[in-house]
T-cell receptor
Framework: QKEVEQDPGPLSVPEGAIVSLNCTYS??????FMWYRQYSRKGPELLMY????GNKEDGRFTAQVDKSSKYISLFIRDSQPSDSATYLC????????????FGGGTRVLVKP | GAVVSQHPSWVICKSGTSVKIECRSL??????MFWYRQFPKQSLMLMAT?????????EQGVEKDKFLINHASLTLSTLTVTSAHPEDSSFYIC????????????FGPGTRLLVL
């Protein structure tokens, strides 16, 4: 079993819909949770960063962390075709040299 | 967030040659940088952690004599793939650690290596 599980997709939604992404993990020591967006043949771009549990909102993006369930989510409201990309969740343990453990990524397609 | 550049963006080389990839932190001094490799349709795999002025720490299974890392300044880390072979063809991405409270990593645009 992988340390971080993420559905590979593809997840296809119509423009304007809410995109719902999630990751589950097994290591209860993870404290930092991140979501990255990666366009084809580009480096990942940091979207959201959350420390410990709770919700965080930034524009059209909302990140949620439920440490009791070892489950994190990313919601994208009013999705646009430009949101079509691969979304990677990543986590780190505070004292682990800031090494990130990535999920496998979910490919999202937003159709006009 | 931090601005990171990589050079070159893509490179094609013959088997047996060495290739150097540069990673630069453009807007702050990065004590720690990371090197990742990504194969098609797969996630990022950490290769090594690069600390300025000291030897890199390699992940299990990564040959340190094949993937030479040098972090001689706070803005530059280099990855040299020595005696490259076709199986080394991949997308190499660096990141910098911005440890100013948020402890987040910012990634470069990546370097695509094709070994013929």
């Amino acid at each position: 079993q992988k340390e971080v599980e993420q559905d590979p997709g593809p997840l296809s939604v119509p423009e304007g819909a809410i995109v719902s992404l999630n990751c589950t993990y097994s290591n209860s020591a993870f404290q930092y949770f991140m979501w990255y967006r990666q366009y084809s043949r580009k480096g990942p771009e940091l979207l959201m960063y959350t420390y410990s549990s709770g919700n965080k909102e930034d524009g059209r993006f909302t990140a949620q962390v439920d440490k009791s369930s070892k489950y994190i989510s990313l919601f994208i409201r009013d999705s646009q075709p430009s949101d079509s990309a691969t979304y990677l969740c990543a986590m780190s343990v505070e004292a682990a040299g800031n090494k990130l453990t990535f999920g496998g990524g979910t490919r999202v397609l937003v159709k006009p | 967030g931090a601005v990171v550049s990589q050079h070159p963006s893509w490179v094609i080389c013959k088997s047996g040659t060495s290739v150097k990839i540069e990673c630069r932190s453009l807007d702050f001094q990065a004590t720690t940088m990371f090197w990742y490799r990504q194969f098609p349709k797969q996630s990022l795999m950490l290769m090594a952690t690069s600390n300025e002025g000291s030897k890199a720490t390699y992940e299990q299974g990564v040959e340190k004599d094949k993937f030479l890392i040098n972090h001689a300044s706070l803005t530059l880390s280099t990855l040299t793939v020595t005696s490259a072979h076709p199986e080394d063809s991949s997308f190499y991405i660096c990141s910098v650690l911005q440890a100013s409270g948020s402890e987040t990593q910012y990634f470069g645009p990546g370097t695509r290596l094709l070994v013929l």
